[in-house]
């Protein structure tokens, strides 16, 4: 399973990035979510998305700001980030799910894609 993340780059706060991940086609019926590792920090769970679209799960550090969305036509993960942070600087990665249901829960993805890293400058 290839996944691509892309979108990344330097940012003043409050500021936008609009992330994006192509994903195969193995992945279509597969929930998809974001996480992100900060340096020195564990990799922790940012937003997720059902295979279908519909439902959606945010960390409470992002919800309110960011978006995640899918086009499975175009085999394409989004996630917009809004009003961003200093303290939302991390490398985030793009990764396809065991399951077609949202979970927040790391174990559950299998498939991890490269990362593209979000600097926030204060």
């Known amino acids: 399973v290839q996944l691509q993340a892309s979108g990344g780059g330097l940012v003043q706060a409050g500021g936008s990035l609009r992330l994006s991940c192509s994903f195969g086609r193995t992945s279509l019926n597969n929930a998809l979510g974001w996480f992100r590792q900060a340096p020195g920090k564990e990799r922790e769970f940012v937003a997720t998305?059902?295979?279908?679209?519909?439902?959606?799960n945010y960390a409470d550090s992002v919800k309110g700001r960011f978006t995640i969305s899918r086009d499975n036509a175009a085999r394409t993960l989004y996630l917009q980030m809004n009003e961003l942070e200093p303290e939302d600087t991390a490398v985030y990665y793009c990764?396809?799910?065991?399951?077609?249901?949202?979970?927040?829960?790391?174990?559950?993805?299998?498939?991890w894609g490269q990362g593209t890293l979000v600097t926030v400058s204060s």
């Open positions: 998305i059902a295979w279908r679209g519909g439902d959606t």
């Open positions: 990764a396809v799910s065991l399951y077609s249901a949202p979970s927040s829960r790391r174990e559950y993805y299998r498939y």
